[in-house]
């Protein structure tokens, strides 16, 4: 069993929005601190975006301060990750990982990914 499963990546134009869901199962999301991490073509990985285990604290890159918010159902065990006002340079594979420390190395569990790529 995947213990993380992407789902919500597409092609969007410059502007607009996806919103990114990230379905858990074998554990609770709502005991651990969650994180949203991306891979850019022909770059290394960067850390986005990371939500506390209860739900109450975010903490945003830069470069998507403003734009992204990420969030969790605890009911659903699935976390999100609403992505508005995207541009080209936000194209990327997204991966949702179970951790929250500043090195996204120490995340131990990992998804799939899905592909966003915004263009005209």
């Known amino acids: 069993e995947v213990p993380l499963v992407e789902s919500g990546g597409g092609l969007v134009q410059p502007g607009g929005s996806l919103r990114l869901s990230c379905a858990a199962s074998?554990?609770?999301?709502?005991?651990?601190?969650m994180s949203w991490v991306r891979q850019a073509p022909e770059k290394g990985p960067e850390w986005v975006s990371t939500?506390?285990?209860?739900?109450?604290?975010?903490y945003y890159a830069d470069s998507v301060k403003g734009r992204f918010t990420i969030s969790k159902d605890n009911a659903k065990n699935t976390l999100y990750l609403q992505m508005n006002s995207l541009t080209p340079e936000d194209t990327a594979v997204y991966y949702c990982?179970?951790?929250?420390?500043?090195?996204?190395?120490?995340?131990?569990?990992w998804g799939q990914g899905t592909q966003v790529t915004v263009s005209s």
């Open positions: 074998g554990f609770t999301v709502g005991n651990y601190d």
């Open positions: 939500i506390n285990s209860g739900g109450y604290s975010t």
């Open positions: 990982a179970r951790g929250g420390s500043s090195s996204y190395s120490s995340y131990d569990y």
